[in-house]
């Protein structure tokens, strides 16, 4: 279906938002309704059996619509994205804008390993819509047929035959779990989606490197989700996405301190509570395990420390940050100075199994320890009570913080990070930028980002036009919710 140039541009304003990774922000200027949809436009020709549902608000005279057109003018990615869409068939946007209805929607069908793609839109102009169809380049032409008002494309007649079999078994808009789902998407969003939960797990463990995707699938499994939904809304500060996710356990939110101090150059900020994720439970479980279990009381004895310790740690809440000019960990220990010494003794009794060293330093006028392994140093302390990792002093917090740096105190502006939460991140593209420019080992880190261009990382990403990203996910009983915004300059 990706080799469809008129799919490519339905799928604009949800492509350029959702593979710049995010969840909804509720911007104090934002258009959007808080309100839950009563239903989803498409829905009623969209298969039950769908395993993901997408539907857009393409009419052109639409204010959502107008505002996506001005935001993705100002992305010069985006931008040269949508033309790459159009060249195909030599169409310009407002030949498709005249011949889409004013929703289409993206049904797939089949299995989250073996998906079957299906567009539909409610054209008034059947005509126009095949006849722009036809002029696609790519060799394989698209294949239409019309149900009731819509028209039904797909990149082959056996996916057009499936959808029509799947659909006459039911239909979407009628199925109870959507109808549940249906109460965390706002009304009037320019992008609605639902997915079930084994396309969602499905898509988790195809995300990143291979170590992230493994990640982030057995979480999906854990968790065992059932559904989840995703609503793009264009605000006047950019681009806001909301997201909620149903499964069959929940998490536990907690205070995001940390993140506002980390340095005012941080380029990219996770903040999260060991203990919200079950990370102290995941440390004391070794005690259980088969092959390390045994060993845990020779290396308490060693240590001087019990498993405890290291999980209560584990449990506190952290930020991993990263800076053109180094990795920084910063951590809430519940007793920092507890924390460093028991790590002063794992590192003098691995540091010589690991053809390292260690020594007394001072980084940033802070007393630390500095490790050496290899080419690469590696200095923790403590500072105003939160034990650091750092892999240069100047990537240690300072006087500059980024709660008072003008990228994040904007975004925070507009984007109200709740005092108890699941998780925190931003993104400052600026510097991003100037992070992949400078060959920091934490691009490695970060898996597609990076690079050697000023304005583009190694993925070939262009941030210039976009901001910063900040978002975060909270608890709601069983569900987990997501919000973010995208800011477009």
Known sequence: MRRISFSLVLLLACSLVLAACGS??????????????????????????????????????????????????????????????????GAMLSDFEQALGTTTVLVELGTAAKPVD??????????????????????????TTEVGSWLAVADSQAALDQYQSAAAKGKLADSSIFKQALESVPADALVKAYLTGSAITATAGNLGSSSTSKLLGSAAKKNQLEWGTLAVSAVPEGFSVSGTFKGKSSLANSSSSLIGELPSATAIAVDLNGKALGLDKAVL?????????????????VLGVKLEDPAALAGSEM???????????????????????MLDKAIKLLSAQLSGSSKSASVGGVKATELTLG???????????????????????????????????????????????????????????????S???????????????????????????????????????????LKALLSVK
């Not at 940050?321 to 910063?330: A, C, F, K, Q, V």
């Not at 100047?394 to 740096?405: E, T």
């Open 375 to 437: 080419k690469m140093k590696i200095y923790y302390g403590v500072k105003d009570g939160d034990l650091f990792v750092v892999t240069s002093a100047n990537a240690l917090p300072g006087a500059g913080k980024l709660s008072s740096g003008p990228v994040y105190a904007a975004a925070a502006k507009a984007l109200s990070i709740p005092a108890s939460n699941a998780g925190v991140l931003f993104i400052d593209f600026a510097q991003l930028a100037q992070l992949a420019k």
């Open 285 to 301: 479980s070794l005690r259980k395990n088969a092959k390390y279990g045994k060993q845990i009381p020779q290396i308490e004895a």
């Open 24 to 89: 909804k922000s509720k911007s104090k200027n934002s258009s959007s309704s808080s309100n839950g949809s009563s239903s989803i436009p498409g829905a009623e020709i969209a298969p039950a059996s769908a395993i993901g549902f997408v539907s857009i608000s393409t009419d052109s005279s639409g204010a959502q619509w107008q505002q996506a057109k001005k935001l993705i003018a100002r992305i010069p990615a985006a931008q040269k994205a949508l033309d790459k869409a159009l060249s195909g068939s």
């Open 319 to 341: 930020s991993i940050y990263g800076t053109s000019s180094g990795i920084g960990l910063l951590i809430k220990a519940p007793n920092a100075a507890q924390s460093k010494a």
């Open 439 to 481: 060959g920091n080992s934490v691009v490695k880190s970060l898996g597609s980002l990076g690079g050697s261009s000023t304005t583009k990382t190694s993925s070939g990403f262009d941030p210039r036009g976009v901001s910063a990203l900040l978002g975060y996910i909270a608890a709601n009983g069983d569900k987990v919710e």
């Open 118 to 143: 299906v567009v539909l839109t409610n054209t008034t102009d059947a005509a126009k819509l095949k006849s722009l169809l036809a002029k696609d380049s790519s060799k394989k032409k698209p294949v």
